[in-house]
């Protein structure tokens, strides 16, 4: 049964918030026949323009709205700002109320929480703006770290392309792991991440890192991480002590180098694991480690399951 999506936007919505997931569920339709199908809903029947002028045309505003399956709440800078009168509420809230899932893209989360003031779920939005979300949502359990969150029927994402990580999550819910990997490939995305993963990437770290001195190093073991690699190996790479070396990780990462690397191994031993027909064994030798044994403890360790449990919990 085709699955029926409503997108709604309003002036200032940011357009990678829409296209991105309209993109992933329509493109499951290439796979799966009439998987999904997909309106644009606004407050009105008048052209909606986006956070940079561009105007886009809805197909329905909030009052004449066929039931759909799933409302998707856009963000940007104007959904952010959005103030809905009472009876723009009761409208949304009727969709809603009516729709098997509500999905919030990045501050779409403040029409969420504003329409269902009451609710006390997890949520989550761009890590720039969750705590002014906190501050309004008082009822919420705003996180800034994951990438999205489900709570009940109302799910959340934070920044633009993390909206495309939440489709990409339904799509699997509902037409299971080669489907979702199918879609991923062919919107050439990487990987599929998962809403536990951070915003606040390791690559981040590096480009917001106060030392210059390490981006190199960072970069470097980002592209370097599976071969084996020890804190003199690091030390040598920017030509300074390993003793200087742990200083600065702690100063600036608040990490040793060793655990560093470790992290970044285990994330993306992770990620491989939410691929279908990947051997345990062979990531952890993908990523570096020496013996499946070391692998499964740092990983038990660091996500607080093994990866055997971790794996069967992905379909």
């Not at 990947?278 to 990523?287: S, T, W």
Request: charged share 20%; glycine share 8%.
């Amino acid at each position: 049964m085709t699955k029926k999506i409503g997108f709604f936007i309003a002036d200032g919505f940011q357009a990678l918030d829409l296209f991105g997931p309209l993109d992933a569920f329509m493109e499951t339709n290439s796979f799966v026949s009439e998987a999904y199908s997909s309106c644009l809903i606004g407050l009105s029947d008048a052209p909606v323009k986006t956070c940079y002028g561009q105007t886009v045309s809805v197909d329905f505003d909030i009052y004449q709205l066929p039931k759909i399956d799933y409302l998707v709440i856009c963000g940007g800078a104007g959904m952010r700002h959005l103030r809905l009168g009472p009876k723009q509420i009761n409208a949304l809230r009727s969709i809603a109320d009516g729709a098997e899932r509500v999905l919030s893209i990045c501050t779409g989360a403040f029409v969420l929480t504003e329409t269902f003031p009451e609710q006390g779920h997890r949520v989550t939005t761009h890590w720039r703006h969750c705590q002014q979300l906190s501050d309004q949502a008082v009822n919420y359990q705003v996180e800034e770290d994951p990438l999205f969150i489900e709570s009940g029927k109302f799910w959340s994402s934070a920044g633009i392309l993390s909206g495309v990580d939440l489709a990409l999550e339904v799509i699997r819910r509902d037409q299971g792991n080669t489907i979702a990997a199918s879609v991923a490939k062919d919107l050439v995305v990487y990987l599929q991440r998962r809403g536990g993963q951070s915003q606040y990437s390791d690559l981040l770290k590096v480009q917001y890192s106060d030392s210059l001195r390490l981006n190199p190093l960072l970069e470097w073991l980002a592209e370097n991480y599976p071969k084996p690699i020890s804190v003199s190996d690091m030390a040598e790479r920017i030509a300074v002590s390993d003793r200087q070396l742990t200083r600065l990780f702690k100063q600036h990462l608040n990490s040793t180098p060793g655990h560093y690397l470790n992290q970044l191994r285990l994330n993306h031993a992770r990620d491989l694991i939410t691929c279908e027909s990947q051997n345990l064994v062979q990531v952890a030798r993908q990523v570096g480690f020496a013996s499946y044994d070391s692998f499964r403890r740092a990983f038990q360790g660091q996500f607080g399951v093994s990866p055997s449990h971790f794996s069967r919990n992905q379909g």
